[in-house]
């Protein structure tokens, strides 16, 4: 039996290192998180001390508890990855709970601290020392955090004034890598208020404010439990004193009264008539001697029962001290513990995303082909064609040139010495305006050449002239959008109206015509701002150096107008909407169809822009952009313009939008029957596959599909037949425009299954529970991504009410894009 035991611990090692190492390795090649390393060490230590031989129920429970605690790591860093969400919840970057601390380091309960305590000489003197050093240890603290935050602050100033100094000479079109380092010093700005934002939470939040209120209280409590324990003290040796004091007086009383005792007893057995009276006074003596014994004897006794009371109090005390005592000194080590959690966490929020920044400019920067700008430079002057020079050869006549010359002579002698005649006046003006007319004709030849060669430029040149006439109009361009058309070649256009409507172009006059406008301010009729109000392009308020519209009364800051996203409604502007967290039904009863405006007016201008965008919906915009734009959709609502917006902008909106909505477009009681389709979808593709969460990417093959498969997707098409108007409306929009993505794949690279990942927990979840994120949840992930996958490849299938026109405008817009 000894021998099997110790096989089996053996094989049982050799399988849980080779399990430690797979994960080992698969959380260093995804770049996960250090926790990773810390949960691996816990899993070790659990493994090195379990008890193979006694096989202990809550021995398996803790090691149990480990291996699922790795998973849950893995899986939400993975899900992370595949979302392209770098900065998003760190539940495990949480540090261990106290009863995980507990059961590892196997340390005292409160009650053990307690006796120990009570039953040791100086324990209570111990534990009030204890205090009175952590209070010491709070400030210490304190002082740390508050020196390491003039740090951060001082490096987030400098960082301001390099953004301020280096973005006019940096940021220069046609120069190489402006993209990567227009994005670079806006990373740089969106840092150094990332930091000043940290610092101000640290400062008056989370961490100096609360320890120091805690010290204060900290130090309150201990100075009142140490004067109890002092008073209850002195009292005990007060008692001690007169105890002493009461024994010293009763020893004396006896003493005497044996003297006066032995005296009369003397006197006594002496006897005779001269010594009646002597012994008469000794037997006097003798009584007063014994009466002072007894009291003292009595008092002596009153002390020793006070003392005794005294000195159960003092115990009674001692308890309610150490009691009290652990308690402070509990509150203080739970207000460190918070304080501590949220300065890392928020340390970690301001760091998680800098090595992605830093690889991504890395890995766009790889993909820069040199002289790639100045060609592009080159191209955008759209300079006329040198004409070409003829030299002749001319032979010389000495008769032909002295005739000119004394011609020449003589037309400059009549002219200096007399008048032009009134015929020789219009024969001289009249050869003029032929001059003229034909320099006009010359003209309007070559204008109407330039325009013949505008119409006959491909699309590429239109959206290259369409950047330069943003550009020349803002003074600005986006960094993304450059890199994009670098990298793409994705044909731009411009928005051309405001819910159909054309929008009208205002000249710019007043103390504004030098200002650069973006294109949706160009829509406002702007004068000086009247009164104070608040800018709906940063939201804050505006007191001077303000624009206010004169038809739609829209404030702004006057550096705000280059930036401005909200047209000119030509009536006044609403107030702020509620826009994101809204429940779907109010926003969808806002609109005819039943689809919210802002999913129209993302996926409208995605699919004017930006269809063969690589990595559409997998890469991220930048995160200030992407807040500001949201920002312009609660404020603007539909007079939202996009056409100057980065596309990765504009899809992280969408994302998030259907990402924060109480309730997804598949609601939540759909939600399990939609995993059972998925789940039984994969298992006809593969038998492994409703177990793995993997299978092979769907095709539609006609008449040739599976006919489980396509059982299995007449099933999905009844199941949404549940859905409300406005969320079917919704879906098929979504799922139509996600299939002409997906058309173009050999571009953009975003295939039904990948679109399926990027859209599959934003359009259903379960429904909320006790934890943030569950490990049953993170599993769905790929049953949720083929569901979207499904939607995609059997469009015309399940939305067969409307296949008919989405079928023809989607091969019409594939069969353009290709001639593009």
Same mark, same amino acid.
């Not at 060490?41 to 096989?55: A, K, N």
């Not at 930006?610 to 500001?628: P, Q």
């Given at each position: 039996?000894?021998?099997?035991?110790?096989?089996?611990?053996?094989?049982?090692?050799?399988?849980?290192?080779?399990?430690?190492?797979?994960?080992?390795?698969?959380?260093?090649?995804?770049?996960?998180?250090?926790?990773?390393?810390?949960?691996?060490?816990?899993?070790?230590?659990?493994?090195?001390?379990?008890?193979?031989?006694?096989?202990?129920?809550?021995?398996?429970?803790?090691?149990?508890?480990?291996?699922?605690?790795?998973?849950?790591?893995?899986?939400?860093?993975?899900?992370?990855?595949?979302?392209?969400?770098?900065?998003?919840?760190?539940?495990?970057?949480?540090?261990?709970?106290?009863?995980?601390?507990?059961?590892?380091?196997?340390?005292?309960?409160?009650?053990?601290?307690?006796?120990?305590?009570?039953?040791?000489?100086?324990?209570?003197?111990?534990?009030?020392?204890?205090?009175?050093?952590?209070?010491?240890?709070?400030?210490?603290?304190?002082?740390?955090?508050?020196?390491?935050?003039?740090?951060?602050?001082?490096?987030?100033?400098?960082?301001?004034?390099?953004?301020?100094?280096?973005?006019?000479?940096?940021?220069?079109?046609?120069?190489?890598?402006?993209?990567?380092?227009?994005?670079?010093?806006?990373?740089?700005?969106?840092?150094?208020?990332?930091?000043?934002?940290?610092?101000?939470?640290?400062?008056?939040?989370?961490?100096?404010?609360?320890?120091?209120?805690?010290?204060?209280?900290?130090?309150?409590?201990?100075?009142?439990?140490?004067?109890?324990?002092?008073?209850?003290?002195?009292?005990?040796?007060?008692?001690?004193?007169? *105890?002493?004091?009461?024994?010293?007086?009763?020893?004396?009383?006896?003493?005497?009264?044996?003297?006066?005792?032995?005296?009369?007893?003397?006197?006594?057995?002496?006897?005779?008539?001269?010594?009646?009276?002597?012994?008469?006074?000794?037997?006097?003596?003798?009584?007063?001697?014994?009466?002072?014994?007894?009291?003292?004897?009595?008092?002596?006794?009153?002390?020793?029962?006070?003392?005794?009371?005294?000195?159960?109090?003092?115990?009674?005390?001692?308890?309610?001290?150490?009691?009290?005592?652990?308690?402070?000194?509990?509150?203080?080590?739970?207000?460190?513990?918070?304080?501590?959690?949220?300065?890392?966490?928020?340390?970690?929020?301001?760091?998680?995303?800098?090595?992605?920044?830093?690889?991504?400019?890395?890995?766009?920067?790889?993909?820069?082909?040199?002289?790639?700008?100045?060609?592009?430079?080159?191209?955008?002057?759209?300079?006329?064609?040198?004409?070409?020079?003829?030299?002749?050869?001319?032979?010389?006549?000495?008769?032909?040139?002295?005739?000119?010359?004394?011609?020449?002579?003589?037309?400059?002698?009549?002219?200096?010495?007399?008048?032009?005649?009134?015929?020789?006046?219009?024969?001289?003006?009249?050869?003029?305006?032929?001059?003229?007319?034909?320099?006009?004709?010359?003209?309007?030849?070559?204008?109407?050449?330039?325009?013949?060669?505008?119409?006959?430029?491909?699309?590429?040149?239109?959206?290259?002239?369409?950047?330069?006439?943003?550009?020349?109009?803002?003074?600005?361009?986006?960094?993304?959008?450059?890199?994009?058309?670098?990298?793409?070649?994705?044909?731009?256009?411009?928005?051309?109206?405001?819910?159909?409507?054309?929008?009208?172009?205002?000249?710019?006059?007043?103390?504004?015509?030098?200002?650069?406008?973006?294109?949706?301010?160009?829509?406002?009729?702007?004068?000086?701002?009247?009164?104070?109000?608040?800018?709906?392009?940063?939201?804050?308020?505006?007191?001077?150096?303000?624009?206010?519209?004169?038809?739609?009364?829209?404030?702004?800051?006057?550096?705000?107008?280059?930036?401005?996203?909200?047209?000119?409604?030509?009536?006044?502007?609403?107030?702020?909407?509620?826009?994101?967290?809204?429940?779907?039904?109010?926003?969808?009863?806002?609109?005819?169809?039943?689809?919210?405006?802002?999913?129209?007016?993302?996926?409208?201008?995605?699919?004017?822009?930006?269809?063969?965008?690589?990595?559409?919906?997998?890469?991220?915009?930048?995160?200030?952009?992407?807040?500001?734009?949201?920002?312009?959709?609660?404020?603007?609502?539909?007079?939202?313009?996009?056409?100057?917006?980065?596309?990765?902008?504009?899809?992280?909106?969408?994302?998030?939008?259907?990402?924060?909505?109480?309730?997804?477009?598949?609601?939540?009681?759909?939600?399990?029957?939609?995993?059972?389709?998925?789940?039984?979808?994969?298992?006809?593709?593969?038998?492994?596959?409703?177990?793995?969460?993997?299978?092979?990417?769907?095709?539609?093959?006609?008449?040739?599909?599976?006919?489980?498969?396509?059982?299995?997707?007449?099933?999905?098409?009844? *199941? *949404?037949?549940?859905?409300?108007?406005?969320?079917?409306?919704?879906?098929?929009?979504?799922?139509?425009?996600?299939?002409?993505?997906?058309?173009?794949?050999?571009?953009?690279?975003?295939?039904?299954?990948?679109?399926?990942?990027?859209?599959?927990?934003?359009?259903?979840?379960?429904?909320?529970?006790?934890?943030?994120?569950?490990?049953?949840?993170?599993?769905?992930?790929?049953?949720?991504?083929?569901?979207?996958?499904?939607?995609?490849?059997?469009?015309?299938?399940?939305?067969?009410?409307?296949?008919?026109?989405?079928?023809?405008?989607?091969?019409?817009?594939?069969?353009?894009?290709?001639?593009?």
């Amino acid at each position: 039996s000894q021998d099997q035991e110790s096989v089996l611990h053996k094989m049982c090692c050799t399988h849980l290192n080779i399990y430690v190492l797979e994960q080992k390795e698969k959380l260093k090649s995804h770049h996960m998180t250090p926790l990773s390393n810390l949960l691996t060490t816990f899993f070790l230590s659990l493994t090195s001390g379990y008890h193979y031989e006694v096989c202990n129920e809550a021995d398996k429970k803790d090691f149990e508890k480990a291996i699922e605690t790795i998973a849950v790591a893995f899986s939400s860093n993975v899900s992370e990855l595949l979302m392209g969400e770098v900065d998003s919840s760190t539940l495990l970057s949480v540090l261990p709970s106290e009863k995980s601390r507990v059961s590892v380091c196997r340390s005292l309960s409160a009650e053990e601290v307690d006796i120990i305590l009570q039953r040791s000489e100086g324990g209570v003197d111990s534990a009030l020392t204890y205090a009175k050093t952590i209070s010491k240890y709070i400030k210490d603290l304190i002082g740390y955090v508050e020196k390491k935050l003039a740090l951060e602050l001082e490096f987030s100033k400098g960082l301001q004034r390099i953004y301020q100094s280096c973005k006019q000479t940096i940021t220069q079109p046609h120069m190489p890598f402006f993209s990567i380092y227009s994005l670079a010093l806006e990373q740089d700005l969106e840092q150094s208020s990332g930091m000043h934002q940290a610092a101000s939470t640290l400062q008056n939040q989370t961490f100096v404010m609360p320890l120091l209120l805690r010290k204060q209280e900290h130090e309150k409590k201990r100075k009142e439990i140490k004067e109890q324990w002092l008073k209850a003290k002195r009292k005990l040796m007060e008692c001690e004193a007169n *105890l002493r004091r009461a024994k010293q007086v009763y020893m004396t009383r006896c003493e005497e009264y044996d003297k006066a005792r032995t005296a009369a007893n003397r006197a006594e057995e002496e006897g005779g008539s001269s010594t009646t009276k002597t012994v008469d006074k000794k037997k006097r003596l003798e009584e007063e001697a014994r009466n002072k014994a007894e009291e003292a004897e009595a008092t002596y006794r009153t002390c020793i029962a006070d003392a005794i009371t005294q000195h159960q109090e003092l115990e009674h005390m001692k308890v309610t001290v150490l009691r009290q005592i652990q308690e402070v000194i509990k509150q203080s080590d739970q207000t460190i513990r918070s304080a501590t959690i949220s300065y890392y966490q928020i340390m970690h929020m301001q760091t998680v995303a800098l090595p992605v920044h830093y690889q991504t400019l890395c890995e766009s920067s790889k993909l820069y082909d040199p002289g790639q700008q100045y060609a592009m430079h080159v191209k955008d002057l759209q300079m006329s064609e040198e004409p070409e020079t003829h030299y002749e050869f001319e032979a010389y006549s000495a008769s032909s040139i002295r005739a000119r010359a004394d011609s020449a002579n003589a037309d400059a002698q009549s002219s200096a010495e007399a008048p032009p005649t009134a015929g020789e006046t219009g024969d001289t003006s009249t050869s003029h305006k032929d001059e003229h007319k034909r320099g006009m004709c010359n003209d309007l030849f070559l204008l109407l050449i330039i325009k013949c060669n505008i119409k006959t430029c491909n699309n590429k040149d239109e959206g290259m002239i369409a950047k330069m006439a943003r550009t020349s109009s803002t003074g600005t361009m986006s960094s993304n959008e450059d890199a994009d058309e670098k990298d793409s070649n994705v044909t731009s256009f411009e928005t051309p109206n405001i819910n159909g409507i054309e929008p009208e172009i205002v000249v710019p006059t007043g103390p504004f015509r030098n200002v650069g406008l973006s294109k949706a301010a160009q829509t406002h009729k702007l004068r000086k701002l009247r009164s104070p109000s608040k800018c709906r392009e940063c939201d804050s308020y505006v007191y001077f150096q303000g624009a206010e519209c004169e038809e739609c009364f829209l404030a702004c800051h006057k550096r705000c107008l280059e930036t401005l996203a909200i047209q000119c409604g030509h009536k006044k502007l609403q107030g702020r909407l509620q826009l994101f967290g809204q429940d779907f039904s109010q926003v969808s009863g806002n609109s005819p169809d039943g689809i919210p405006f802002i999913i129209k007016k993302c996926i409208g201008e995605i699919e004017r822009r930006a269809l063969r965008m690589k990595g559409i919906y997998r890469v991220n915009g930048v995160k200030t952009r992407v807040e500001k734009l949201c920002q312009a959709f609660e404020n603007g609502k539909e007079l939202v313009e996009l056409s100057q917006s980065s596309p990765h902008d504009i899809s992280n909106v969408l994302k998030l939008y259907l990402r924060q909505l109480p309730e997804p477009i598949m609601p939540f009681r759909l939600y399990n029957s939609l995993m059972g389709l998925a789940k039984e979808s994969l298992a006809v593709m593969g038998p492994e596959g409703a177990e793995t969460g993997k299978g092979p990417d769907l095709v539609d093959l006609g008449p040739e599909t599976d006919p489980e498969l396509l059982a299995l997707v007449d099933r999905l098409k009844n *199941l *949404l037949k549940e859905l409300p108007r406005p969320n079917t409306a919704t879906l098929r929009y979504i799922a139509r425009h996600l299939r002409r993505i997906a058309e173009l794949e050999d571009d953009n690279k975003m295939s039904p299954s990948n679109l399926g990942i990027v859209f599959g927990p934003s359009l259903m979840r379960p429904r909320p529970t006790g934890a943030t994120v569950s490990l049953s949840s993170l599993v769905d992930y790929p049953y949720q991504a083929r569901i979207v996958e499904t939607l995609i490849v059997f469009y015309p299938a399940i939305f067969h009410s409307d296949s008919s026109r989405p079928a023809c405008a989607s091969s019409a817009r594939t069969q353009s894009l290709q001639q593009v």
